[in-house]
Nanobody, 126 residues
């Protein structure tokens, strides 16, 4: 088990920024590929961003590319998601997720991840 705890969500005006953090426990965090997903009310959970265990490979959904940045600090067992130029349609619960890996890749499919955080609410007002 790799408990994941997200933080950093909140209410922000359109055009504003937030930084989400996801803290993981355990000594094997550096061998986990990590991802961020979100779920808006009445919608399915969708992929937002992913990062390989090394941090050298990142991937983004088209809807957030150029506005969001995923990064990680393996020494702190933490993955981050920087949200810039926020839009009302970014309003959702954001989830951090992790997958134990042996290769240096990133993953888009929710079913490919083993561990999930409880989520943090991001609300963007117009």
């Amino acid at each position: 088990q790799v408990p994941l705890v997200e933080s950093g969500g909140g209410l922000v005006q359109a055009g504003g920024s937030l930084r989400l953090s996801c803290a993981a426990s355990g000594r094997t965090f550096s061998s986990y590929a990590m991802g961020w997903f979100r779920q808006a009310p009445g919608k399915e959970r969708e992929f937002v961003a992913a990062i390989s265990w090394s941090g050298g490979i990142t991937d983004y959904a088209d809807s957030v590319k150029g506005r969001f940045t995923v990064s990680r600090d393996n020494a702190k067992n933490t993955v981050y998601l920087r949200l810039n130029s926020l839009k009302p349609e970014d309003t959702a619960v954001y989830y951090c997720t992790g997958r134990a890996v042996r290769s240096n890749g990133s993953y888009r499919g929710a079913s490919m991840y083993d561990y999930w955080g409880q989520g943090t609410q991001v609300t963007v007002s117009s």
